[in-house]
């Protein structure tokens, strides 16, 4: 599976932004597909997953209710709208595939097998 991860820029807090991941190479159906971020200095953080086959979708604490992940399955493509956005946010997004369910104990990056390239989101005070 590739992946193509787009969509960051630069943003002002308050402000929203919509990052897209589209997947080559095999239908994303059955997979989870995850979202991360990591800012300089700190380890990478699972933000959100969807897994459409088992109709799941979880949420970190510090998203839940300003950040929306979605699919779109004629594209291959997920989504995470990001709304309400804060300096914290600031980090390099990236998407990931994995075969595992998507829970709050399987947003961890070593579950995943592959990853897009990053993104950087910026969001200034």
């Known amino acids: 599976v590739q992946l193509q991860a787009s969509g960051g820029g630069l943003v002002q807090a308050g402000g929203s932004v919509r990052l897209s991941c589209t997947a080559s190479g095999d239908n994303l159906y059955y997979y989870t597909i995850g979202w991360f971020r990591q800012s300089p200095g700190k380890e990478r953080e699972g933000v959100s997953c969807?897994?459409?086959?088992?109709?799941?979708?979880y949420y970190i604490d510090s998203v839940e209710g300003r950040f929306t992940i979605s699919r779109n399955n004629t594209e291959n493509t997920v989504y995470l709208r990001m709304d309400n956005l804060k300096p914290e946010d600031t980090a390099v997004y990236y998407c990931?595939?994995?075969?595992?369910?998507?829970?709050?104990?399987?947003?961890?990056?070593?579950?995943?097998?592959?990853w897009g390239q990053g993104t950087l989101v910026t969001v200034s005070s």
């Open positions: 969807i897994k459409i086959s088992e109709g799941t979708i």
């Open positions: 990931a595939v994995g075969s595992n369910s998507c829970w709050r104990r399987s947003i961890l990056a070593p579950l995943y097998n592959w």
